[in-house]
């Protein structure tokens, strides 16, 4: 299917474990990016990517991992999972430069940390 | 958001109209977008403006206004669907940075 999959689409782990939420899209586009969403903060940035190899830091990457080998896949790694990071991420690509195209958003994937 | 200010929620009737505002640090802009995301589900991309000025598409219409870090949502008659969050999306620098959004409740 084209567009933009993520997975697991919900997943509950326990904290100290090592969690890797998939993205995957088929546009081929440039551009993707980790998002985490919480009641009050909106959405903020943890991870993006111009390219395959090319990663850069967000807004709140710390406690995150993410690699990009293949331009349709950018997955995020939480190391050592923490209650504070129990949120709903989505995954985002675009195809432009970042900040001038609009981004299509995943599905998300709700993440409880227990 | 980092500097971007829109009011948390609004309530409007259906069949009526609304205005959404945001209002924004004017340093390093380069656009604006909006985006709207329904309860449970992704954002999914509304408008980008990047001049001065009104751009309408169908019921929806954005502003923009760069030299007072002014833009709007006017939403014209309103459906039950539109009920969502509506994000103001600055591009600074190159860089996007999400608003808080505003929840909009559309009364029968």
């Known amino acids: 299917d084209a567009g933009i999959t993520q997975s697991p689409r919900y997943k509950i782990t326990e904290t100290g474990r090592q969690v890797t939420l998939m993205c995957h899209q088929t546009?081929?586009?440039?551009?993707m990016f980790w998002y985490r969403q919480d009641l009050g903060h909106g959405l903020r940035l943890i991870y993006y990517?111009?390219?395959?190899?090319?990663?850069d830091k967000g807004e709140v990457p710390d406690g995150y991992v993410v690699s990009r080998s293949k331009t349709e896949n950018f997955p995020l790694t939480l190391e050592s999972a923490t209650r504070s990071q129990t949120s709903v991420y989505f995954c985002?690509?675009?195809?432009?430069?970042?900040?001038?195209?609009?981004?299509?958003f995943g599905p998300g994937t709700r993440l409880t940390v227990t | 958001g980092q500097n971007i200010d829109q009011p948390t929620e609004m309530t409007a009737t259906e069949g009526a109209i609304v205005q959404i505002n945001c209002t924004y640090q004017t340093s390093g802009f380069n656009g604006l977008f909006w985006y709207q995301q329904h309860a449970g589900e992704a954002p999914t991309f509304l408008s980008y403006n990047v001049l001065d000025g009104l751009e309408e598409k169908g019921r929806f219409s954005s502003f923009l206004s760069r030299s007072k870090g002014y833009s709007y949502l006017l939403l014209k008659e309103l459906q039950m669907k539109d009920s969502a969050s509506y994000l103001c999306v600055m591009n600074r620098d190159d860089k996007i940075i999400f608003g808080k959004g505003t929840r909009l409740h559309i009364l029968p």
């Open positions: 985002a690509s675009s195809g432009k430069t970042g900040g001038r195209d609009e981004q299509y």
């Open positions: 546009w081929s586009h440039s551009y």
């Open positions: 990517s111009a390219a395959a190899d090319i990663t």
